[in-house]
């Protein structure tokens, strides 16, 4: 047995463990960990600075720095995350259904957990956090598999959550941190197929890929974002100006950020739409209509309508009407989250009931794709697939579910 496959055998062993460990037990866990987050608060932005270093030095692009620094506030941020997580109600033990058989039996589906859950992602500390909190929770262990340019953070945060749980009824065990990030090590983990459940990558498309062509085990996909905003003619202008501002320019290195706007041919301000959007700082990628109204906007191809650009670009197309822009979206959206800004509700019920995506919104931000925005405490990231969990994977999502049959002594004649 090698040092990958004892690690997941005492995940496993650690899980069965877990199971009988209470709901207030998880929560005071979960506690201990948030507390133990903030007063190591100066270690983990120590280790995050030799991980900051070596990123600029190989070269890294500011949308992966900014995803990979730590500052106080983002560790706060992620001890508020834990609590949040204590405070849900836990769904392990729920009853999702139940009723009675012709023959008698009373029959219970209930929630459980999935068991032993691998995750394999990019440079984004908080994910290390997230996945342990939300796994916990769920009744879960977790096998943690960062990239190499968090491997200093990542290292120390999980020494302190560990840490923290030897003084609580969870087992330190159910997190554990693969340190080895080769390629090798990320091979020998997604064929794991003896200790691992479920395996979900969260990263860049080549990553994502990777993971779905080779894992053996089970794969949960959390898919890159090219997230569209359509402006149809009857948008009220400043709700259009805000919801594409906050929706580029509020954090464009994350999934939910949006990728590109589709403005309907009849909507009257598309000017100062593109405007505003240079003012503040974004490149726009646009089709000849486009760069006809504003020629300073850089030529838009195929390559642009599928890009996730993660930065301040933007592409930009002026279509005829919705049915355009749903067709657009069909052909290049990756079916993570899609905006219709309208005051029309015939277009709006249009636009949410044909585009095919795990969140369709209808005058909100792209940037409410999120497990903390939608109430979960947390994520261990955004579905994009249609399996059992879709859009922003929280405690429920971390549960399967086995059927209890009651009977009294029925045979099946």
């Known amino acids: 047995m090698n040092q990958i496959e004892e690690m997941g055998a005492a995940l496993k062993k650690a899980q069965r463990t877990l199971e009988t460990v209470s709901t207030e037990?998880?929560?005071?866990?979960?506690?201990?960990?948030?507390?133990?987050?903030?007063?190591?608060?100066?270690?983990?932005?120590?280790?995050?600075?030799?991980?900051?270093?070596?990123?600029?030095?190989?070269?890294?692009?500011?949308?992966?720095?900014?995803r990979l620094l730590l500052t106080k506030e983002r560790i706060a941020g992620f001890a508020d995350g834990v609590r949040q997580v204590a405070d849900l109600p836990d769904p392990v033990g729920q009853i999702i259904e139940s009723w009675q058989t012709k023959a008698g039996l009373r029959i219970e589906k209930v929630r459980v957990p999935i068991g032993v859950i691998g995750?394999?992602?990019?440079?984004?500390?908080?994910?290390?956090?997230d996945s342990a909190a939300l796994a916990l929770k769920s009744g879960n262990a977790v096998m943690?598999?960062?990239?190499?340019?968090?491997?200093?953070?990542?290292?120390?945060?999980?020494?302190?959550?560990?840490?923290?749980?030897?003084?609580?009824?969870?087992?330190?065990?159910?997190?554990?941190?693969?340190?080895?990030?080769?390629?090798?090590?990320a091979e020998q983990m997604m064929h794991l197929t003896e200790y691992l459940d479920v395996l979900i990558?969260?990263?860049?498309?080549?990553?994502?890929?990777n993971v779905v062509q080779n894992a053996k085990v089970p794969v949960i996909e959390t898919g890159v974002g090219n997230c569209h905003i359509f402006v149809d003619e009857s948008?009220?202008?400043?709700?259009?100006?805000s919801l594409v501002l906050n929706a580029k320019t509020q954090r464009p290195s994350v999934c939910n950020a949006a990728e590109t706007l589709l403005i309907a041919k009849g909507y009257p301000e598309k000017e100062e739409l593109l405007q505003s959007l240079a003012d503040a700082g974004v490149t726009l990628h646009g089709d000849e209509a486009v760069r006809a109204l504003f020629p300073s906007a850089l030529p838009?191809?195929?390559?642009?309508?599928?890009?996730?650009?993660?930065?301040?670009?933007?592409?930009v197309k002026i279509v005829a009407d919705l049915q355009e822009a749903t067709s657009h979206i069909e052909r290049y959206g990756t079916g993570h989250t899609e905006l219709i800004v309208t005051e029309n509700s015939e277009n709006a019920a249009y636009f949410m009931k044909h585009v095919d995506a795990a969140c369709?919104?209808?005058?909100?931000?792209?940037?409410f794709t999120d497990g903390e925005m939608?109430?979960?405490?947390?994520?261990?990231?955004?579905?994009?697939?249609?399996?059992?969990?879709?859009?922003?994977?929280?405690?429920?999502?971390?549960?399967?579910?086995?059927?209890?049959?009651?009977?009294?002594?029925?045979?099946?004649?």
């Open 201 to 209: 990558p969260r990263g860049g498309a080549g990553l994502i890929a």
């Open 119 to 129: 995750m394999i992602y990019e440079a984004r500390p908080n994910v290390t956090v």
């Open 144 to 185: 943690l598999r960062g990239s190499a340019s968090a491997l200093q953070s990542n290292k120390t945060i999980t020494a302190v959550m560990k840490e923290a749980l030897t003084k609580t009824a969870v087992p330190a065990d159910c997190i554990a941190l693969l340190e080895d990030v080769t390629h090798e090590g």
């Open 300 to 315: 838009a191809g195929e390559r642009d309508y599928a890009e996730e650009y993660l930065s301040l670009d933007m592409c």
């Open 360 to 367: 369709v919104n209808h005058n909100a931000s792209t940037r």
């Open 374 to 413: 939608f109430g979960f405490g947390a994520e261990i990231g955004i579905s994009t697939q249609k399996t059992h969990a879709r859009g922003p994977l929280g405690l429920k999502e971390l549960t399967i579910y086995k059927y209890l049959v009651h009977g009294g002594g029925q045979i099946r004649e």
């Open 25 to 66: 037990q998880k929560n005071q866990a979960l506690c201990a960990i948030a507390a133990h987050l903030e007063a190591n608060t100066e270690a983990i932005l120590a280790a995050n600075a030799k991980d900051m270093a070596a990123g600029r030095e190989k070269g890294m692009s500011d949308s992966l720095l900014d």
């Open 235 to 241: 948008a009220k202008p400043d709700m259009a100006v």
